[in-house]
T-cell receptor, first 114, second 117 residues
Framework: AQSVTQLDSHVSVSEGTPVLLRCNYS??????LFWYVQHPNKGLQLLLK??????LVKGINGFEAEFKKSETSFHLTKPSAHMSDAAEYFC????????????FGTGTRLKVLA | GAGVSQSPSNKVTEKGKDVELRCDPI?????LYWYRQSLGQGLEFLIY????????KSGLPSDRFSAERTGGSVSTLTIQRTQQEDSAVYLC???????????????FGDGTRLSIL
């Protein structure tokens, strides 16, 4: 069965320092993987997606993620945090079971300190 | 272009009343999803519509919850006899046809914030 784990519920970084949000998945086949961002009182917005093409995926707002099959990871990174990056981030993995085929992680709240 | 539109943006009602939440998906998107997000929590899947297929209702928490999608476009989520634990943000999303490999990104509305007094 597929699953997704976001290893940190909260992450704090200083403005201008790198961001690392961790996501591990479990899947018996090559899944599709997504990262979404949710700002306060807003819906989720797609940051990037992996669908078995290049393992390093570039997204919006300077974010990128690397698919590492050997580590079953899809961590989200950004070289330099901006105050506007403060938000909730969700990692999502696709699944083959059932009609509805997505599993959402529990989210990581990113805090950016001035 | 126009994104996913949800209405109302906020709804306050008394316990025991029925409520209807509306979602207008992106034109051409055949897949539509409803989620519930309680305060400080992640997303809870409720129901999924794909074209003319029977909806996947596996996430509905009780028989007080139901949803329709008329004409393959607008969807309404109805909660009957509301309870205080129904207070949450209800998010709707749509996507292009979601095939076997589930690689279509979902486009989300800003949600309806439901408060039950």
């Amino acid at each position: 069965a597929q699953s997704v784990t976001q290893l940190d519920s909260h992450v704090s970084v200083s403005e201008g320092t790198p961001v690392l949000l961790r996501c591990n998945y479990s899947s018996s086949y090559s899944p599709s993987l997504f990262w979404y961002v949710q700002h306060p009182n807003k819906g989720l917005q797609l940051l990037l997606k992996y669908t078995s093409a290049a393992t390093l995926v570039k997204g919006i707002n300077g974010f990128e993620a690397e698919f590492k099959k050997s580590e079953t990871s899809f961590h989200l990174t950004k070289p330099s945090a901006h105050m506007s990056d403060a938000a909730e981030y969700f990692c999502v993995v696709s699944t083959t079971s059932g009609t509805y085929k997505y599993i959402f992680g529990t989210g990581t709240r990113l805090k950016v300190l001035a | 272009g126009a994104g996913v539109s949800q209405s109302p943006s906020n709804k306050v009602t008394e316990k025991g009343k029925d409520v209807e939440l509306r979602c207008d998906p992106i034109s051409g998107h055949t897949a539509l999803y409803w989620y519930r997000q309680s305060l400080g929590q992640g997303l809870e899947f409720l129901i999924y519509f794909q074209g003319n297929s029977a909806p996947d209702k596996s996430g509905l928490p009780s028989d007080r919850f139901s949803a329709e999608r008329t004409g393959g476009s607008v969807s309404t989520l109805t909660i009957q006899r509301t309870q205080q634990e129904d207070s949450a943000v209800y998010l709707c999303a749509s996507s292009l046809a979601d095939g076997m490999y589930s690689n279509q990104p979902q486009h989300f509305g800003d949600g309806t914030r439901l408060s039950i007094l």
